[in-house]
């Protein structure tokens, strides 16, 4: 499943007037691809890739295409659809919800849909795949930050995305627990996951196929 992005701006009315965040942004990812995203605080990764996800509208003509879904164009519903379907988003803050333990924290995604005993069936492979089966009952306030990191991906993989999409997932993580969390997604993406990663560390510049700087 390809994924196209062509002229892609995004742009936000202010009090003060119109702020430009991205300017004619082109890339095309095939299926098993991977692209790094580089740019400093501000230049709009964070927004490029809630565009990606169909969480923020892009400018009028703008054109993101995942197969045969029109992103840009989608109504709600089907976006829904799409993201329940194809995408997983890794968070640089997690995002973990800390009323829940571990393992709930993983099945949520798709609770509302699937069998519950299906869901949890899953969830546990996936933390068994992280190397957290000995965490199911902990809440994420008794979890270091690669703890909490790879419960996250283990999140966003519930629903065996086509597209892992990676908000700086190693930012807040020490050198050893970045190195874990990337295996993970290297892993992944020799499975024939695609991937989308934003980055500040250029250490991780050779992973992948392409890399997109934003200025």
Request: proline fraction near 4%.
């Amino acid at each position: 499943m390809q994924l196209n992005v062509v002229n892609l701006n995004k742009t936000y009315k202010t009090a003060s007037g119109e702020i430009q965040i991205l300017k004619d942004i082109t890339f095309n990812l095939e299926e098993g691809e991977w692209i790094t995203i580089l740019g400093r605080s501000g230049s709009g990764k964070t927004t490029l890739l809630q565009c990606l996800a169909g969480l923020l509208p892009p400018d009028e003509g703008s054109q993101i295409q995942f197969s045969n879904i029109s992103i840009s164009e989608a109504n709600e519903d089907e976006l829904q659809n799409y993201r329940q379907k194809y995408l997983g988003f890794i968070y640089q803050d997690f995002k973990l919800f800390p009323q829940f333990n571990c393992l709930l924290n993983v099945m949520l995604p798709l609770l509302p849909f699937e069998n519950k005993n299906k869901v949890k069936e899953k969830a546990l492979h996936l933390l068994e795949k992280v190397n957290l089966s000995d965490r199911l009952e902990h809440f994420p306030s008794q979890l270091s930050g690669g703890e909490k990191q790879r419960i996250a991906i283990a999140r966003a993989l519930i629903n065996d995305p086509k597209l892992l999409i990676c908000d700086e997932p190693t930012g807040n993580l020490d050198e050893r627990s970045r190195d874990e969390v990337i295996q993970l997604i290297v892993d992944l993406n020799k499975d024939g996951t695609s991937v989308v990663l934003v980055t500040h560390d250029r250490e991780l510049m050779n992973l992948g196929q392409q890399i997109l700087e934003l200025n």
